[in-house]
């Protein structure tokens, strides 16, 4: 199976990587050629392709070639309507070039905060500028023709490289600290999207979260003291919160790889 990436940063890096190990004919871009280049000596091909109004997509290029694409950009840059204009034009080349696939990684963000559980089913009503880019921009991808798309939501990540003991170590009087938490580790970002390759039909929209969900306070306090940093303080408050849930799961059958996040801190002390 030929996967492109489009987007090889922290998480379309490591997927990528992964990939490669289980037999699939990688590609990946990259905005800067110091990133191509780092890209080609780990044994993927790469190209330099950049997200804007401005930027021009070469349709003929052979990234483009491929059985799934995964769109992995910086989530960040999704309130750019720049960044938004540039999407309009990989929607078209998606068309053009027939590409049977696509994933588009997206986030929880896109339903705000419902003081409840929500699932795949629940209506968006997004609460930041971002949130509601990603909302369009998922519309506008659920409209490709001729390709088959899922929307892979993401909680917040963890991982190598974003160890979450840093995120609020020292703060003081920090609020909402009985508001669950709806993470995912980058093992399990990379496991739910292999799934997904392998999954006829894709579902529509999948939400990626771990089925823990901890407290703000209990996570937060926790892995700062793991990760030896000063103890954040959190208001006992609960404010605005939701838990993220997929109704996907049983047909899925997927395997969580870390589902626990107090043993995954304790893993992380004693390595």
């Known amino acids: 199976m030929k996967v492109s990436i489009l987007g090889c940063g922290w998480f379309g890096y490591a997927l990528a990587q992964h990939l490669l190990t289980k037999g699939f004919i990688v590609k990946g871009s990259a905005t800067t050629l110091q990133k191509v280049n780092q890209l080609h000596s780990n044994g993927i091909k790469s190209y330099q392709i950049k997200i804007g109004k401005d930027e021009a997509l070469d349709e003929q290029s052979d990234f483009w070639d491929c059985d799934v694409l995964i769109i992995a950009s910086n989530i960040k840059l999704a309130g750019n309507t720049v960044y938004a204009s540039g999407m309009q034009r990989v929607v078209e080349v998606i068309s053009t070039r ?9 986030s929880t963000s896109v339903y705000g905060d419902a003081d409840g559980e929500v699932d795949e089913s629940t209506t968006c009503k997004p609460e930041s500028a971002s949130g509601s880019m990603l909302v369009s921009l998922e519309a506008l991808f659920k409209n490709v023709t001729g390709s088959q798309t899922t929307m892979l939501r ?16 020292g703060k003081k009087a920090v609020a909402n600290g009985l508001a669950p938490v709806n993470l ?15 999954f006829h039909p894709m579902p529509d929209y999948l939400n990626g979260v771990a089925p823990d969900h901890p407290s703000r306070a209990e996570f937060y306090t926790m892995a700062a003291k793991v990760q030896g940093l000063d103890i954040p303080e959190f208001v006992s408050e609960k404010l605005s919160w939701k838990i993220v849930k997929t109704k996907h799961q049983p047909a899925l059958n997927y395997d969580w790889q870390v589902s626990n996040w ?5 893993s992380i002390r004693e390595s």
Not at 98 to 106: L, Y
Not at 262 to 266: D, F, N, R, S
């Open 184 to 198: 995912i580790h980058l093992k399990d970002c990379i496991g739910l999207t292999e799934t997904l390759l392998h």
């Open 154 to 169: 993401f909680g917040g990540l963890v991982g190598p490289g974003r160890l979450p003991g840093s995120f609020f170590a």
């Open 98 to 106: 027939k590409i049977a696939r696509t994933i588009f990684i997206s």
């Open 262 to 266: 107090k043993k995954w801190l304790a």
